[in-house]
């Protein structure tokens, strides 16, 4: 790798300046294709990622094995002012793995970080967009607890998110010991809803961006150069 490499991957600040400062190769890349930015976004170092998108890193530069984004490793991380930061510069929600078909909106919600499935799903992030096994991030949330995470999926899907699990088969016997029989809304004026197209929308739109690519992990979401997981 290069000095600016190992800068970027250590968090060291100051030496990623000096080194951009002397016009170091900014997206020079290690044989598996990952990017100082790449490394950087991965490892939650919030101002080398600052500094790397100021001096015009590649924002879409991605793993050469797993198609691993910045986006995608910082969203799997948790890092939300990072991935405030690529998304401001253009990042590409929708860019997925190829391993899995991970999404950054799936990374973030399969490891239970509320804020950055929420902060996605303002950008423009699909949530019905499924994994290649026909997952998708709320099944993924729902199925490892994170209710808070699939509570925030589900309203931007336009469902309501007792409706949603009581479909999964989870809803817990309420008031009682004795089994009693819920019978769900069956249709969407009963749910006070206009249909799919009533599904929330920011309050807030952030600026437009266009598509790009990204994963990481080892079980669906770790990896060499990240690794998409499902």
Request: charged share 15%.
């Amino acid at each position: 790798g290069t000095p600016l490499l190992a800068a970027a991957y250590k968090g060291h600040d100051a030496c990623v300046e000096c080194l951009l400062q002397v016009r170091a190769a900014v997206d020079a890349s290690r044989p598996d294709g990952l990017t100082p930015l790449c490394q950087a976004s991965k490892a939650g170092h919030t101002r080398c990622v600052e500094l790397l998108l100021g001096s015009g890193a590649n924002v879409e530069a991605a793993g050469a094995v797993y198609g691993t984004t910045s986006l995608l490793m910082a969203s799997k991380g948790g890092h939300k002012h990072i991935v405030e930061m690529l998304l401001r510069y253009g990042a590409d929600t929708e860019v997925a793995g190829r391993a899995y078909g991970t999404t950054s909106l799936v990374a973030a919600a399969q490891h239970g970080h509320t804020e950055v499935v929420t902060m996605l799903l303002q950008w423009g992030a699909d949530p019905h967009k499924t994994l290649i096994d026909g997952s998708t991030a709320l099944s993924k949330a729902r199925s490892l607890g994170y209710e808070d995470v699939a509570r925030a999926l589900a309203q931007a899907m336009g469902e309501q998110f007792y409706d949603d699990v009581y479909e999964a088969g989870t809803l817990a016997h309420a008031l009682s010991d004795s089994p009693t029989t819920i019978d769900p809304p069956t249709s969407y004026a009963e749910r006070g809803c206009g249909g799919p197209e009533c599904a929330q929308s920011p309050a807030h739109s952030p600026p437009a961006h266009s598509p790009a690519h990204s994963p990481q992990g080892v079980r669906p979401g770790d990896g060499g150069d990240g690794g998409d997981g499902g």
